[in-house]
């Protein structure tokens, strides 16, 4: 059984959510509690945001308990057009400096002055660089990388003791995630949804090419993150290739070919993608049977389950489906009925893990404890 408890500890231990992104060992405490009375196989969590680290940088793309959000809302991404259409052909000709000298400054306060440091590229040869970073504005934005570093770092390793402490449990702990799509990384960071949206009918061929772009880094910090990790699960996250954002001819150009080579670059160092597939996957499932047998897990948002098992379920293992509104206002009559309809359909034959179909965060921790309980005396390993 999957639980993805993401930030379900704060409800479930009776803490507002900015008491736990800010106190650590308390946080920690409740998730073992939590995951001690469950007993998942596998969970997803807990997710914890670095408040600090994120107040040092300035960081405008994301709002958290406290700040910009209520002490009881988890952190929420702020989706903006951060880089204009006409600013492809920068970002296309040298990345690395533009993410320097525009993105970084325009999404992060506390790095302004990274606008003033010089080319990459004159690093290499120039002694003219010791001016530039001894400019206040220069040497402000690194005092602030270096602080948020050791901050950052401090948080980084409070996550890995966690899975540590878990370990001797028995509990194999998913944290963090291996990549997304790049499409999603373009439409996410750089363009929004509505300028990406529109680079499919004004500029493909950008689009395209910006996506190409990051392939390569989003392959190698998948595999690096996946070798940090106890097993071979890597976690992937995937926002916009579902039938609600894009048609099937869209998907097939702007989406797919860049997903399927990042997860088979995954597969082919060792690693078992675990996809998260948000909204409705229907018109997508025929894709994924392109992926090599056996070697994905499918976590499944509001797809239909049931036609996924028919469609894929001799390609991959398929996770998810119990609704977080049952979960949340159901009756525990309903959230057996339904968990024992997907045993019954989506289990025949093995292939299936329980779960959720998305994180647990806003779960009533009685209606979880049902499912649970009702999943282990019902179900059966295959």
């Excluded at 998907?251 to 160092?269: H, S």
């Excluded at 996770?319 to 009756?331: A, V, Y």
Aim: charge should be negative; aromatic fraction near 14%; hydrophobic fraction near 40%.
């Amino acid at each position: 059984m999957f639980l993805p408890i993401s930030v379900f500890g704060a409800k479930y231990g009776g803490i507002t959510l900015q008491e736990a992104f800010s106190n650590t060992a308390k946080w920690h405490d409740i998730n073992e509690k939590l995951l001690l009375e469950y007993q998942p196989d596998l969970f997803l969590g807990p997710m914890g945001f670095d408040m600090e680290t994120n107040a040092i940088v300035g960081n405008k793309l994301v709002k958290w308990p406290g700040h910009g959000v209520d002490e009881n809302t988890t952190f929420q991404f702020v989706e903006g057009e951060y880089v204009k259409a006409e600013e492809y052909d920068a970002f296309l000709d040298n990345p690395g400096d533009f993410i320097l000298h525009t993105y970084m400054p325009r999404v992060y306060n506390g790095l302004e002055g990274l606008q003033y440091m010089p080319s990459l590229m004159s690093l290499f040869t120039s002694m003219g660089m010791f001016f530039f970073i001894a400019m206040p504005q220069v040497a402000e934005a690194l005092d602030n990388l270096t602080k948020a570093a050791k901050r950052g770092s401090q948080f980084m390793m409070s996550t890995a003791a966690f899975a540590s402490r878990m370990r001797p449990h028995g509990f194999p702990l998913l944290v963090g995630f291996g990549s997304q799509a790049p499409f999603d990384m373009v439409s996410d960071y750089l363009r929004g949804l509505k300028g990406s949206t529109l680079d499919m009918f004004r500029y493909p061929d950008k689009l395209l090419a910006a996506q190409q772009k990051f392939l390569p880094y989003l392959i190698d910090s998948a595999i690096a993150m996946g070798r940090m990790m106890p097993g071979t699960l890597s976690f992937c996250f995937l926002h916009r290739g579902s039938d609600e954002f894009m048609s099937p001819k869209q998907f097939e150009t702007f989406y797919w070919p860049g997903l399927k080579t990042l997860l088979l670059a995954m597969i082919d160092a060792g690693l078992t993608p675990l996809v998260f597939r948000e909204g409705s996957w229907n018109q997508r499932l025929e894709y994924l049977r392109e992926l090599p047998k056996g070697k994905v897990v499918g976590w499944f948002d509001r797809t239909n389950l049931f036609r996924a098992k028919e469609m894929i379920g001799d390609t991959m293992c398929i996770c998810g489906d119990m609704p977080l509104s049952l979960l949340r206002t159901g009756t525990p009559e309903q959230v057996k009925d339904y968990a024992k309809r997907l045993i019954d359909v989506v289990g025949k034959g093995g292939g299936f893990i329980m779960g959720s179909n998305t994180v647990l965060d806003s779960a009533e921790p009685e209606l979880v404890k049902v499912w649970v309980d009702f999943t282990m005396e019902y179900g059966v390993y295959q």
